[in-house]
């Protein structure tokens, strides 16, 4: 590939996070390919123009888990810093709808150069896969891949670099198979996932809403190729150490291919969830049915070599349970708050978190549940399990666990409240226009916010809004892209900005807090603890739950300043616009709830 001066005024401020030996060698070749397609009306893109600077890591210390303490807070999340790079794409047309709702366009892609490429995908293997492991940065081979799935790849990775335009080409090869895959449309569903991705948290509300239209058609292709039918890779067939080298490195692109179709497909499900948070509707599929098993440790999907991940697949389990039966264990018979007996990485926790949160989005505005869909106290229940399954799983790193955990408070939150319908409450009733907060769900009838700000549940959300906050603050800036952090810190400000309308803008909340005390009720705890948890009795979190007070005496409590922590979300959000442009939206919304509470 070429290093030239160019290169380099493109990867200013990012070249500590560049590893060049492991820079694409191909690119240039890759570039000729994909600038030599014959005919370029064929592509259908999702259209995106965002405009992101650079980000530098920085590496420092963090907590392990939920703030158990409100107090000594230190945020690693600073301003990013802004700099110039290479233009990727420089005229863009519009949006043409059909009716049948595809969106197609052309595009002129003279600026884009195999440097840039170059950079692109490497920063795509190294800052998003990272926080949503789904492709095998090992075996992965530019010729095998179609041209959508690498220029949504591309698209992604140009995200971290700083182009002012960045484009996602799309194309429907449904017939597509690579030559590991166990059935065609994987680079299909992964095409559709990462073009998702892109427009869920895209600048541009016509593709934040054509994003949410398209969501349901990667389960609707999954289930046409058969993806959901297809076996595993089998524990039988991972080759001996003797085996010859070139039949252990067909056995492993063999597993990596369907190790990719598997995390795709359950990346597939991550979204949803998200997604239908953040837009207010269902999820487009059952969660809870979910047949697939736990995919492999995160240690084999990142070995670098056959020898490497036999090494790790020999310790592996042969049989890995469903996602169907790990949800079943969440809702036994008999309430239970035991960890779960399954080691479970931050991707499939993440997976388990959304399944919990479609239960939670399947009920209504007044708590009434869909006939068979368990209630909001089963949930809660199911969620203290995920909890102390999340706190004693030793093998998560310090930034897995935050990035899980960020999540749980958020479902937490919602169980309590919905917040997407808050926030539209709050909007209505001041006249604020808003365009984060959609979907078919009406305002609560009768809700009153000020009356709501003095019950249980609020102060339950207010306390997990803050662990979100706290949270988001202590990630190091080279992990603050996972894609849920834009609609958890949103979730947390609309929690604050209720509060403060309501004239509650000085909190003294418990020094130390006992996470399930903040999520379980009482009406929770009495439906049977029969094994497992018991209620902390009198702890200052219940205190403060049920009373609205904390023990500690002035000068020692942990004392929150809502409207001063706004003014900090303000400036965390201006951070997040810089790789998801839906920080943007939610920026100005906070910036006018700011202006309304002075």
């Known amino acids: 590939m070429a290093s030239d001066a160019h290169q380099a005024s493109g990867l200013q401020g990012v070249a500590s996070d560049l590893d060049f030996a492991l820079i694409w060698?191909?690119?240039?070749?890759?570039?000729?390919?994909?600038?030599?397609?014959?005919?370029?009306?064929?592509?259908?893109?999702?259209?995106?123009?965002?405009?992101?600077?650079?980000?530098?890591?920085?590496?420092?210390?963090?907590?392990?888990?939920?703030p158990n303490s409100f107090d000594d807070r230190a945020s690693s999340i600073g301003t990013i810093p802004s700099g110039g790079s290479h233009q990727a794409v420089r005229d863009v047309s519009d949006m043409v709808t059909s009716s049948s709702s595809s969106v197609t366009a052309a595009i002129k892609a003279t600026s884009i150069t195999s440097v840039f490429l170059d950079e692109c995908l490497h920063m795509f293997f190294v800052r998003f896969i990272p926080t949503f492991p789904i492709l095998h940065r090992a075996t992965f081979v530019f010729r095998d891949c179609t041209h959508p799935l690498l220029l949504n790849a591309m698209a992604l990775g140009s995200l971290y670099l700083g182009p002012k335009d960045s484009v996602a080409k799309w194309q429907s090869l449904i017939t597509h198979r690579g030559p590991y895959d166990a059935c065609n449309g994987v680079q299909l569903l992964l095409t559709a996932l990462l073009g998702q991705i892109y427009g869920a948290?895209?600048?541009?509300?016509?593709?934040?809403?054509?994003?949410?239209?398209?969501?349901?058609?990667?389960?609707?292709?999954?289930?046409?190729?058969?993806?959901?039918?297809?076996?595993?890779?089998?524990?039988?067939?991972?080759?001996f150490p003797n085996t010859p080298s070139s039949e252990k490195d067909r056995k492993w692109r063999t597993w990596a291919a369907r190790e990719i179709q598997q995390r795709a497909l359950l990346a597939y499900y991550?979204?949803?969830?998200?997604?239908?948070?953040?837009?207010?509707?269902?999820?487009?599929?059952?969660?809870?049915?979910?047949?697939?098993?736990?995919?492999?440790?995160?240690?084999?999907?990142?070995a670098n070599t056959a020898d490497e991940w036999l090494t790790h697949m020999r310790s592996q389990k042969a049989e890995q349970p469903s996602f169907r039966l790990i949800f079943r264990s969440l809702f036994p018979p008999t309430s239970s708050f035991r960890a779960l007996d399954y080691q479970l990485s931050a991707f499939s926790l993440r997976v388990i978190l959304e399944g919990l949160q479609s239960l939670v989005s399947d009920s209504d505005e007044?708590?009434?549940?869909?006939?068979?869909?368990?209630?909001?106290?089963?949930?809660?229940?199911?969620?203290?399990?995920?909890?102390?399954?999340?706190?004693?799983?030793?093998?998560?790193?310090?930034?897995?666990?935050?990035?899980?955990?960020?999540?749980?408070?958020?479902?937490?939150?919602?169980?309590?409240?919905?917040?997407?319908?808050?926030c539209r409450h709050v909007c209505t009733r001041y006249d604020i226009p808003q365009q984060v907060s959609g979907g078919s769900r009406t305002l609560r009838p009768g809700f009153d916010m000020l009356n709501w700000v003095n019950t249980e549940d609020a102060r339950r959300a207010l306390l997990h809004a803050i662990a979100i906050q706290d949270i988001i603050e202590q990630?190091?800036?080279?992990?603050?892209?996972?894609?849920?952090?834009?609609?958890?810190?949103?979730?947390?400000?609309?929690?604050?900005v209720v509060f403060a309308l309501a004239g509650i803008a000085n909190?003294?909340?418990?020094?130390?807090?006992?996470?399930q005390d903040a999520l379980l009720s009482h009406a929770d705890?009495?439906?049977?603890?029969?094994?497992?948890?018991?209620?902390?009795?009198?702890?200052?979190?219940?205190?403060?739950?049920?009373?609205?007070?904390?023990?500690?005496?002035?000068?020692?409590?942990?004392?929150?300043?809502?409207?001063?922590?706004?003014?900090?979300?303000?400036?965390?959000?201006?951070?997040?616009?810089?790789?998801?442009?839906?920080?943007?939206?939610?920026?100005?919304?906070?910036?006018?709830?700011?202006i309304l509470c002075h």
């Not at 009495?526 to 002035?554: H, K, Q």
Request: hydrophobic content about 40%; glycine content about 6%; proline content about 7%.
């Open 475 to 496: 990630l190091p800036r080279g992990r603050a892209h996972v894609i849920h952090m834009p609609s958890s810190l949103f979730a947390a400000a609309t929690v604050y």
């Open 201 to 239: 948290l895209s600048k541009s509300r016509a593709i934040r809403t054509t994003s949410q239209v398209f969501r349901p058609l990667g389960f609707f292709w999954a289930r046409h190729c058969g993806m959901l039918d297809s076996e595993p890779f089998s524990i039988e067939d991972v080759p």
């Open 507 to 515: 909190i003294h909340l418990p020094r130390t807090v006992v996470w």
């Open 270 to 302: 991550i979204l949803d969830g998200l997604v239908a948070q953040m837009s207010g509707d269902g999820a487009s599929t059952r969660h809870v049915a979910n047949p697939l098993t736990l995919p492999s440790s995160e240690a084999a999907f990142d």
């Open 25 to 66: 060698p191909d690119s240039e070749n890759l570039f000729q390919s994909i600038m030599s397609s014959d005919s370029p009306d064929q592509w259908q893109i999702p259209l995106g123009s965002l405009p992101i600077p650079p980000v530098v890591q920085d590496v420092s210390g963090m907590n392990f888990g939920s």
């Open 366 to 422: 007044c708590d009434l549940a869909a006939v068979g869909v368990p209630g909001r106290s089963d949930v809660r229940r199911a969620l203290a399990q995920v909890h102390e399954t999340i706190t004693m799983s030793i093998h998560l790193s310090a930034p897995e666990r935050l990035e899980v955990l960020l999540r749980w408070h958020t479902i937490c939150l919602d169980t309590m409240i919905n917040s997407t319908v808050l």
């Open 525 to 594: 705890l009495n439906l049977g603890c029969e094994s497992g948890f018991r209620p902390s009795t009198g702890s200052e979190t219940s205190r403060f739950v049920t009373e609205g007070r904390t023990d500690s005496p002035p000068g020692v409590a942990a004392v929150r300043n809502l409207l001063y922590e706004m003014n900090s979300m303000q400036k965390l959000f201006r951070c997040l616009i810089s790789q998801w442009g839906i920080a943007h939206d939610m920026e100005e919304i906070v910036n006018q709830w700011i």
